[in-house]
């Protein structure tokens, strides 16, 4: 009887071995658990998920190219950090770090990929300031002329321009614009405090507002003018004004800013409820329109917002040029608001604002994309894109460069850009999406 040769004994228990040892490997491979290097232990894996608008990008991780294009799910990875770059001809590349946990999704979702295209005109002239209608069918801009400024009206399909000019207008600054909501009117600010009101079906009817601080409420321009309520209705032509209470600064509705006698410090009151009652900080405080029916105050470039359902408690309290602009989801709204080289965003929810980011230079606009996913913001100089997602840190992407900007609008895929480029003064379209 031959025994077996010792060489093939070895071989054998070689496989058996081997099997004894592949087969949990591969058992805890196909159940999702890999061996991390780094921290020495058997674990389970993570999961990324990466998807883009527009579809088809190529991915590279860490620095790898991978095969599949998004929208793709890759699973089976350890846990650690990953660099993900995303790629597509003739758009912005995106790029950032974030972190796969064991037993975890990822998700690198939701992300646009800007188009990289370069900025042409859509019509010349010299603007002070702009500012798009909220119903998107219109650019009013401030132009000057030789002995003043008229405000024009800019229809976006046609191209048609009308002209109202506004008598004794200061050609000094850049004054606001601030559309009703409707888009049937537009009130003209200066920084002196000097207003007018123009409709756009009336523009040779430009209305020169006495001096006081106006909002928009339900298409009725509001405002407090010497001690008086002062209202002015567009669409009727008709002014009323109503002497203020004793002590009282400002109302609105059931809402009281009241001034102690003999002082110049001010608080909010609410005639519904008497006990409601807060102590507003030095100024000169007014209320102003609501982006969400809450009740707004404004102080110069000072703001203040208060649930009603909480005066006392629940408030936002921010700097900012301009009106904030609103962005509702659900049961939130979150609101833009900017000063200087800051840019804010403010929830509604957690009664909180966050610094989105700060340049070297003012920051003349912002507004929001239609996801509500990312901010388009310009300075005087550029105009960028800021994807709000703030894990390790938030994408700033710089989409073009003008020698001078004045204001942005944003509508189906496009910037219009009130600006001097290649110097040619104009507005300008910037194909983003």
Do not use: C
Not at 145 to 174: C, I, M, W, Y
Not at 318 to 337: N, V
């Amino acid at each position: 009887m031959h025994s077996i040769p010792l060489r093939r004994r070895l071989f054998l228990w070689f496989f058996i071995a081997a099997f004894f040892i592949i087969a949990p490997l591969l058992v805890f491979y196909t159940a999702g658990y890999t061996w991390n290097q780094k921290k020495g232990i058997v674990e389970l894996n993570g999961t990324l998920i990466v998807d883009t608008a527009p579809q088809g990008a190529s991915i590279i991780l860490n620095g790898t190219p991978i095969q599949q294009k998004s929208p793709v799910t890759i699973k089976n990875l350890a846990s650690g950090t990953y660099n993900i770059r995303l790629n597509m001809d003739s758009r912005h590349s995106w790029e950032k770090t974030l972190s796969v946990s064991s037993g975890d999704v990822t998700f690198a979702n939701d992300i646009t990929l800007w188009l990289s295209t370069q900025p042409t005109e859509f019509m010349s002239g010299t603007y002070k300031s702009m500012a798009m209608s909220p119903s998107g069918r219109y650019i009013a801009g401030i132009r000057p002329k030789q002995n003043g400024l008229s405000l024009v009206f800019t229809e976006l399909l046609s191209k048609q321009e009308t002209l109202a000019d506004l008598p004794r207008a200061s050609n000094n600054g850049a004054p606001t614009l601030v559309w009703s909501d409707d888009s049937a009117a537009v009130l003209v600010q200066f920084e002196n405090h000097a207003s007018y009101l123009v409709s756009r079906k009336r523009p040779d009817h430009a209305v020169e507002l006495p001096i006081g601080i106006f909002h928009w409420e339900n298409g009725v321009l509001i405002g407090t003018v010497s001690g008086k309520m002062y209202s002015y209705d567009p669409a009727t032509d008709v002014t009323k004004q109503n002497p203020l209470p004793k002590n009282v600064v400002d109302l609105s509705g059931s809402l009281q800013i009241i001034q102690a006698t003999g002082t110049q410090a001010e608080s909010m009151v609410d005639l519904t409820r008497p006990s409601v009652q807060y102590e507003l900080p030095e100024g000169n405080w007014h209320f102003d329109a609501s982006p969400d029916n809450r009740v707004t105050l404004r102080n110069g470039f000072d703001w203040i917002l208060f649930d009603p359902r909480g005066v006392n408690t629940q408030k936002n309290h921010f700097s900012s040029d301009e009106a904030p602009i609103a962005f509702t989801s659900r049961d939130e709204t979150m609101l833009l608001s900017w000063h200087e080289g800051e840019l804010w965003l403010s929830s509604s929810q957690t009664q909180s604002s966050d610094l989105l980011i700060r340049k070297g230079e003012p920051i003349v606009g912002a507004i929001w994309h239609t996801s509500g996913k990312d901010v388009f913001f310009a300075t005087r100089h550029s105009v960028f894109v800021l994807e709000l997602d703030s894990r390790n840190g938030r994408i700033e992407t710089e989409l073009a460069q003008f020698a001078d900007i004045q204001g942005m609008g944003y509508l189906r895929g496009q910037l219009y850009i009130s600006g001097t480029r290649d110097g040619e003064q104009g507005i300008w379209i910037l194909s983003v999406d």
